[in-house]
Nanobody, 122 residues
């Protein structure tokens, strides 16, 4: 398993941008599919997007065109760039890792970070 630590996030007004980083430690980072999930108060954890080892990405419909995920396998890091943020993007954002080729289900991800808060005000 990987150990994951998120950083970044914070507070921003609607229409602004934030970037969240995920630093991984452990073996074979490049072989993992990395995902981002978020959880708002009172709601279930939901899939945001994921990136496979080669850099291919997939996104949930609410964030398509606004969020971008990238990875640097040499530095064991994953980035979530969030643009044109909306109040409904307010949540705790989690980085996660899975050995599966690709998944949108939280239960398929075996390693998780501690989460970082993103707050978007109107």
């Amino acid at each position: 398993q990987l150990q994951l630590v998120e950083s970044g996030g914070g507070s921003v007004q609607a229409g602004g941008s934030l970037r969240v980083s995920c630093a991984a430690s452990g073996r074979s980072f490049s072989s993992y599919t990395m995902g981002w999930f978020r959880q708002a108060p009172g709601k279930d954890r939901e899939f945001v997007g994921a990136i496979v080892w080669s850099g291919g990405t997939g996104y949930a419909d609410p964030v398509k065109g606004r969020f971008t995920i990238s990875r640097d396998n040499a530095k064991n890091t994953v980035l979530l760039q969030m643009n044109n943020l909306k109040p409904e993007d307010t949540a705790v954002y989690y980085c996660a890792a899975t050995r599966m080729t690709y998944s949108v289900y939280a239960t398929d991800f075996e390693s998780w970070g501690q989460g970082t808060q993103v707050t978007v005000s109107s």
